[in-house]
């Protein structure tokens, strides 16, 4: 689909809303991938705020929704809102899986730090 170069000016302002989109289940994409390889939850908190201020501006659940009609404009632009939308949602399930992931790998550690003796601070008294 050539969302450029289209006649009239809601199929723009549509291919607009798209391309932003699309911009912003990479921007969410791109934090959720730094946070699993960084393993930091700042990271993954980050992209889950980005994702919902996403699913607000755009609402891309809309996409799943919509009536198709007999217009090629229309089917076309229906055609790439769902497939943004669908990559989204991918997207979406991803960020909070791993954030989910690190929170939990974050308690395990503390809890295996909690439990474990620590080995610096042995100090034996032997009185004669």
Known sequence: MQLFGMAGFAEGVWAQMIGELWLGTIIVAVLTLTALVRRSIRFGTAALVVDVVVALLYFPWMAFFAASNDDT???SLLSAWRTAATAWVGVSIAAGGVTLGLVGLNS???EHLDTEPNQTLHVTRHTI
């Open 73 to 75: 404009d229309w089917q």
């Open 108 to 110: 395990r550690r503390r």
